[in-house]
């Protein structure tokens, strides 16, 4: 004997009930089958009382929704004498429906009885049209009118199920040998006779109750999903089914908002340890999720992470508590008596304060309900009133796992630290089944993705970038992002996702990530025009776990955000120089920022392009070691300009070429000024610890009269022209002595400057080839021979592969 229980989406439309017939079919031994209402129309009854109760004649058109839609139904998927006859049970049901709405509407008043009449016939419509789309279907197939098996009995103001009553009705009921007996779900009776429904979940709990009195070999339940998810999939792209759990997971989830089961099912099925198979009436090859006294184990110390919004926390402090026996039996006694139920208990253990967590609808009645019971220690100062604080939720991380194992706390609440997610209140069962933590609402989605992806996804870990600047570098960057994609995810199990884009023009933003290769097509192509105010609010609303926000451009604007973004725990990787660069309190602010909110401000490639140049002062600092000098050629682009002028070129000719080839900035006067160079012997000396400002950087000026103040293409290159003279002189004595020239930077004894210097070829930097960069760092442990860092310092590709470099640092740190 089987028991299927069919939910509202099952047999939603036509073709839904049609898929439920092939299901059916597929069954070789007798079963009881179980339907819901239609799809949404409990919710259109519940609607209709509303509107009745206030007084609102607009519940007539309401129900004449109700009763075209399941005319539609009826006749889309029976033959024109069986439909004609049940739209006829439709319609005669509609006319009592409506009877009773009039009633209502004259009262003007709702009462629970009331409320049960009305949200049962759902139901009663329902039924009409699956029974005889059976019996049309199937022969030897009869149907039990759910409120002559399933009976409630009134305790504390709640119908409840009278489990014996229940059991011997069902029992004498659905004795016979029918192949398919069809009954409805949520639908009962009082002992006392009047029609009652089981609540939220009651189609689930009308099946289990049957299965467990008959003494089923499993229950099943069809719904619109593949399963129980690891997590809700709305909530999180790659959840995925779980192929078992156990009654006692089970529960575990359902209480903290899992919506496949409810709690009440599993009570009936457990205590007879009856199999109850989730399935999906979509995709019924698919495996689904098996629920049984002792599943198999997946591998996973955690099977599921679950979330429940809309949640209040209410507080009880004061001194008066400590050692002072009964206040927590008191507190819960008088929420008991108002029928507040607590979700979550956390007590500190100072024994100073008691905090629940309870629906937020019942969180005013809360209050006055403690602050009443604890009166006389309120005057007296004891206790303080209760404290009521909203906008919250709990996530639940689930599993048996979780027993065998240490140290599952500490990695969960890390990866919600890493992610910027205040905990407010922890619960953990002496059963170590459930970890609970209360984080705020705006939080959960996060919560919710940072713990999925931490214990259930241990094939990737993702890594969300929003990317800024789509130019050279933002476009070598993405090339390397893709060209690279699979790799990671084969070897290192990170799967990196472009989810924003944006560029001076366009942006654009999707919380499934941008996958295209012809990713400027799509980027132009968007219908949003680039607002980096509404960017960074759109990649903070999302909210999305190990987010990063890419800047691959050289903007002031952009860069002013960066306390915004590092705020709200999304970490920074920059090629841009200018918060770097800025004034030295702003320069520290973020530095202490990402501290803080336990993120990454990281920017390698402001200085060097791709060489570890930041990265080994960093550690020579945090290792003990001190700087006293450090010497570099530090523009890429200018070393080019030179080699190529000392090789033969004209002036003017090597620094067009350098701005083809992309070596200079967007704006090329920022490398021929110094200011490029200025920047990065200011970051450098920066992270040597030592405390400096642009302005106390010297420049030496290498030409013999001023640039242009503005940049302009179509006089660029007659304005470099003028210089042509000069340096033709220059280079004629540079050669003549065997030397080279470069732009050098140097610190030394408190002093910064930049300078053009001739070197011969003695000097370390006299064989420097196209764009080499080269940093010298004399320091302690470097006294006599400096560490020597050198290779290629300018170009879209290296600057990428920094940029790539650093978002790789991250995910290690």
């Not at 979700?343 to 309900?369: N, R, Y």
Request: hydrophobic share 40%; proline share 3%.
């Amino acid at each position: 004997m089987k028991v299927l229980k069919f939910g509202g989406t099952s047999v939603g439309s036509a073709d839904s009930i049609r898929a439920v017939v092939e299901i059916i079919r597929r069954q070789d031994e007798p079963l009881v089958a179980v339907f819901s209402a239609l799809a949404g129309i409990t919710n259109k009854l519940t609607d209709c009382l509303k509107l009745a109760s206030g007084k609102d004649d607009n519940y007539l058109s309401v129900l004449d929704d109700i009763e075209n839609r399941h005319v539609e139904v009826a006749t889309q998927v029976l033959n024109p004498e069986s439909a004609h006859k049940v739209i006829g049970e439709i319609k005669a049901l509609k006319t009592r429906l409506k009877d009773i709405l009039g009633g209502i509407s004259n009262i003007g008043e709702i009462t629970l009885r009331s409320t049960d009449l009305v949200l049962g016939f759902g139901e009663q419509m329902s039924i009409q049209i699956i029974y005889s789309v059976m019996a049309e279907n199937f022969v030897n197939v009869r149907y039990i009118d759910a409120r002559n098996i399933i009976f409630t009995k009134l305790i504390n103001g709640v119908e409840r199920v009278e489990a014996e009553v229940t059991e011997n009705a069902i029992r004498e009921k659905l004795k016979s040998d029918s192949a398919i007996t069809v009954t409805s779900g949520y639908i009962s009776s009082s002992v006392q006779g009047y029609p009652t429904t089981l609540g939220r979940g009651g189609s689930d709990f009308t099946a289990s109750l049957i299965a467990a009195a008959l003494d089923a070999d499993i229950l099943e339940i069809w719904t619109d999903v593949s399963g129980i998810y690891t997590a809700d999939p709305s909530y999180t792209e790659d959840a995925y089914p779980i192929p078992e759990l156990s009654y006692a997971e089970v529960l575990e989830l359902s209480h903290f908002g899992a919506k496949v089961i409810y709690p009440p099912t599993i009570q009936p099925v457990m205590k007879k340890k009856i199999p109850v198979l989730v399935k999906n009436t979509f995709a019924p090859a698919d495996t689904g999720t098996r629920i049984s006294d002792s599943p198999s184990w997946n591998g996973n110390v955690l099977k599921a992470v679950s979330a429940i919004n809309e949640i209040c926390l209410v507080s009880l402090t004061g001194t008066g508590m400590v050692g002072v026996v009964g206040i927590a039996a008191r507190m819960f006694t008088a929420l008991a008596r108002n029928n507040i139920n607590v979700i979550l208990i956390t007590q500190a253990s100072s024994e100073q304060s008691i905090c629940i967590a309870i629906d937020q609808k019942s969180g005013e009645k809360a209050t006055e309900v403690l602050n009443e019971e604890f009166e006389f220690e309120i005057q007296t100062a004891r206790v303080k009133q209760s404290l009521l604080e909203e906008g919250y939720s709990i996530v639940a991380m689930v599993g048996e796992g979780m027993k065998y194992s240490v140290g599952i706390s500490g990695q969960a609440f890390s990866a919600l630290g890493k992610n910027g997610i205040n905990i407010h209140a922890i619960a953990q069962g002496s059963s170590e089944l459930n970890i609970s933590a209360v984080v705020k609402t705006r939080d959960c989605h996060k919560a919710v993705n940072a713990i999925h992806q931490e214990f259930l996804l241990s094939a990737n870990k993702i890594i969300n970038l929003f990317i800024v600047g789509t130019g050279n570098v933002g476009t070598a960057f993405v090339k390397q992002i893709f060209s690279q994609s699979e790799f990671f995810v084969r070897e290192y199990q990170t799967d990196f996702r472009i989810t924003g884009l944006a560029n001076s023009r366009k942006m654009l933003i999707r919380s499934k990530s941008i996958r295209e290769q012809d990713w400027k097509r799509t980027l132009m192509s968007s219908d949003r025009g680039t607002n980096l105010e509404e960017f960074i609010d759109e990649m903070v609303r999302l909210n999305l776990p190990n987010s990063i926000f890419i800047d691959n451009t050289a903007n002031a604007v952009v860069s002013a955000l960066y306390e915004r973004i590092l705020s709200k725990s999304i970490s920074i990787v920059t090629c841009n120089k200018i918060a770097a660069s800025s004034p030295y309190d702003n320069f520290l602010r973020l530095k202490r920022m990402a501290v803080s909110k336990r993120v990454h401000f990281r920017f390698e490639s402001n200085v060097a392009a791709g060489l570890p140049v930041i990265q080994t002062i960093d550690n020579m600092v945090k290792t003990g070691d001190q700087l006293s000098r450090i010497e570099a050629v530090l523009s890429g682009s200018l070393n080019f300009i030179f080699n190529n002028y000392c090789n033969g070129m004209k002036f003017s000719d090597s620094v067009l070429k350098a701005m083809s080839e992309g070596y200079t900035e967007p704006d090329p006067l920022i490398d021929l000024r110094g200011d490029d160079v200025s920047r990065k012997l200011l970051i450098l000396v920066r992270e040597a610890g030592i405390k400096i400002e642009a302005s106390d950087i010297m420049f030496e000026s290498y030409l013999p009269h001023p640039l242009p103040e503005v940049f302009v293409t179509g006089t660029f290159g007659d304005q470099m022209r003028n210089y042509d003279e000069y340096f033709e002189k220059l280079r004629e004595d540079t050669v003549a002595r065997n030397a080279r020239l470069r732009i050098i930077a140097r610190y030394e004894n408190g002093k910064a400057d930049i300078y053009l210097k001739e070197v011969g070829v003695s000097h370390p930097f006299f064989y420097l080839e196209g764009n080499d960069n080269v940093v010298s760092i004399y320091s302690k442990r470097y006294p006599d021979q400096p560490l020597i860092i050198k290779g290629a310092g300018a170009g879209a590709d290296v600057t990428a592969a920094g940029i790539f470099a650093d978002i790789l640092s991250i995910i290690n740190n």
